[in-house]
């Protein structure tokens, strides 16, 4: 039986490579910034979550040095158990007064805090109504929950609201979706969403990992630049991408809601909490962001610059103001092929194809931060015209 399960996977494995979908991990030799050192070189990244710039910020390592000297480096159990830091506390409020939500739980990551949000809250009697394209966490969660699962087709409000009408004899109603859409950078017409769940008594649940800290007018996420805040039930996001790129989440909402989960919700009473490393660098993000508008300002002119330039050289991506910038390409092997002759120009950008994204819709997905500058985002222009060139690819 072992060997039969280890031909199996063998098997398996080998499927994944003739399909061009294996994944390689890439060995950094550097600290995650915008210039990395890799076996093939220095290379400008294009591929990381860190918005801002602040993963290698010197206050956040200098934050994290101070609370490894006063706190230790991990809590060794769960908060219930082994009591938690008042460092804990000061991140759950200052992240409510941010969001402008009442109160705040930290998990340890994005993931765990949406796989631990449907079961604590909904049972058979409920309903959550999803987009089809949110983020495998969501996915995850409502599967672990009993309630009645409905999907609308992604960002389609008509048929959001036909679903609502099917769960019309649920005792609750949960609209599920992410904030940004991590594939294409589009954002979820939030408006709308709300509107059609105050029409149907339905609760906006919001994850917004891809907007937290950097999107919007202040940072405060696609609920503020949708112009939702306060319409929305609940929020979960993550400090892993532009709140300092490490790990942890959280979900904010009603002080009951986070109340019943401290009580009930599986990631947090069985895994060991957050660092209070991560918890004091977090903090110091937050504080950052706050205080310094010029870095969300140089990330949406980046953004801009980046976009107009890609175009003017014939390329095709869809059309929005976030940081994540698809390239489409079509084809897998053709998405992989360039990334990989992107890497010898110097560029480091990653491949996507099924089945992250849908069969035919192959892109390399590029993220901008602003500690990118103007002469990067030129240089990677001039990268992806020739490397399309070298290749025969058209234009747009």
């Not at 990244?45 to 206050?59: K, S």
């Not at 112009?227 to 979900?251: D, H, N, P, Q």
């Not at 937050?286 to 003017?312: V, Y």
């Amino acid at each position: 039986m072992r060997e039969d399960l280890l031909g199996y996977i063998q098997s398996e494995l080998a499927d994944i490579r003739q399909a061009g979908l294996y994944k390689n991990e890439r060995v950094l030799l550097s600290p995650q910034q915008t210039h990395l050192q890799v076996a093939e070189g220095e290379v400008l990244n294009f591929c990381a979550n860190n918005y801002l710039g602040l993963a290698n910020h010197p206050e956040l390592i200098e934050a994290g040095k101070k609370a490894l000297d006063r706190y230790g480096f991990g809590m060794a159990s769960v908060r219930f158990i082994c009591g938690t830091h008042e460092i804990h506390k000061q991140l759950e409020d200052r992240i409510s007064r941010f969001l402008g939500m009442e109160d705040t739980i930290l998990y340890s990551s994005c993931f765990d805090a949406n796989a631990g949000l449907f079961e604590a809250l909904l049972n058979e009697q409920d309903a959550i109504i999803s987009d089809r394209l949110n983020h495998a966490s969501i996915i995850d969660g409502t599967r672990l929950c009993k309630a009645a699962r409905f999907r609308y087709n992604h960002a389609d409000m008509g048929h959001l609201e036909t679903q609502l009408q099917r769960a019309a004899k649920s005792r609750f109603k949960l609209i599920a979706t992410d904030g940004v859409f991590s594939m294409d950078g589009d954002v979820a017409p939030l408006g709308e969403i709300c509107q059609l769940a105050e029409a149907y008594g339905a609760w906006v649940m919001v994850d917004d990992s891809h907007a937290t800290g950097f999107f919007g007018d202040t940072g405060r996420g696609s609920i503020e630049y949708r112009k939702v805040m306060g319409r929305v039930s609940i929020i979960t996001s993550t400090f892993g991408k532009a709140l300092g790129g490490s790990s942890g989440g959280f979900t904010s909402g009603a002080g009951e809601v986070v109340q019943l989960l401290r009580q009930r919700s599986r990631p947090y009473l069985f895994s060991n909490t957050l660092s209070p490393v991560v918890a004091a660098v977090s903090l110091k993000a937050i504080e950052i962001i706050e205080r310094s508008p010029d870095l969300l300002q140089k990330l949406r002119d980046n953004t801009a610059g980046f976009r107009e330039q890609m175009a003017a050289a014939g390329f095709s991506l869809p059309p929005g103001d976030h940081p994540i910038i698809p390239i489409m390409l079509g084809d897998a092997a053709v998405a992989r092929q360039m990334a990989e002759n992107l890497l010898k120009e110097g560029v480091y950008v990653i491949g996507f194809s099924f089945p992250v994204v849908p069969k035919g819709a192959a892109r390399i997905r590029l993220q901008i931060s602003s500690a990118h500058n103007k002469q990067d985002i030129e240089r990677a222009v001039a990268a992806f015209t020739k490397v399309r060139d070298t290749m025969n690819l058209p234009s747009r």
